[in-house]
Each structure stands twice: as structure tokens, then as C-alpha cells.
């Protein structure tokens, strides 16, 4: 499995943006699906993002707002936060996956978890 470690989070204003790292471990670390997950007090951890091969995929939600991407070479993948709202508030996760075939993933889809970096938003 890889090991995975988020940093980036933090607070910030409504309509200000962030950008999440994750660094993994591993010479496999490409072959991994990355997906982002959030979980705010309260709530089920939410799918917000993943990429697979040379494919992205956003909820809903986010959609516009955040972009993932990835530097295999930094065994990273990032997520960069615009136009954060208040509602965006929670623990992001980033996650890797051996193989993903259907979206919006289930956490479940998911072997390998980073602890969790808080994000806040403030009206």
C-alpha cells in the first residue's frame, strides 16, 4: 500500500482559495487512482475529486471551482480550492486506489488514506 500525508489546509475567507498536497510513497505511486475525499462535523465522508489515467473527475459540487491534479514524478496530487465557500468546510482526505470503475466512488473503493488536513471557511 502507499502512504500518503495531505498538508495545505488551513483557514480562509469566503471566495479565497487553497491548495491541498498530498505526498505519497512508493515507486507505484502512478498507477494509483488519487481521489480527494472531504468530511464535514457530523456528515459521511464525500467524494469531491479523483484522477484516473488521463481522466478527472469532480462532484457536483466543486465542479468549477476545484481542479486536481498530480506530479508522478513528486509523487503528489494536489487540489487547488477556488471560490471557497463555507459549506466547502471539513477534513479533506486524499486517498489511492488500485482501480476505480464507477463515479462517484464509494470510500470503500479506496485501500489507502492520508490523516486528514482541516479546512475552514469563514463567512
Known amino acids: 500500500q502507499v502512504q500518503l500525508v495531505e498538508s495545505g489546509g488551513g483557514l480562509v475567507q469566503a471566495g479565497g482559495s487553497l491548495r491541498l498536497s498530498c505526498a505519497g510513497s512508493g515507486r507505484t505511486f502512478s498507477s494509483y487512482t488519487m481521489g480527494w475525499f472531504r468530511q464535514a462535523l457530523g456528515k459521511e465522508r464525500e467524494f469531491v475529486a479523483a484522477?484516473?489515467?488521463?481522466?478527472?473527475y469532480y462532484a457536483d459540487s466543486v465542479k468549477g471551482r476545484f481542479t486536481i491534479s498530480r506530479d508522478n514524478a513528486k509523487n503528489t496530487v494536489y487540489l487547488q480550492m477556488n471560490s471557497l465557500k463555507p459549506e466547502d468546510t471539513a477534513v479533506y482526505y486524499c486517498a489511492a486506489s488500485r482501480g476505480v470503475y464507477y463515479y462517484p466512488p464509494r470510500t470503500s473503493d479506496f485501500s489507502s488514506w492520508g490523516q486528514g488536513t482541516q479546512v475552514t471557511v469563514s463567512s
Open positions: 484522477w484516473s489515467g488521463d481522466s478527472t
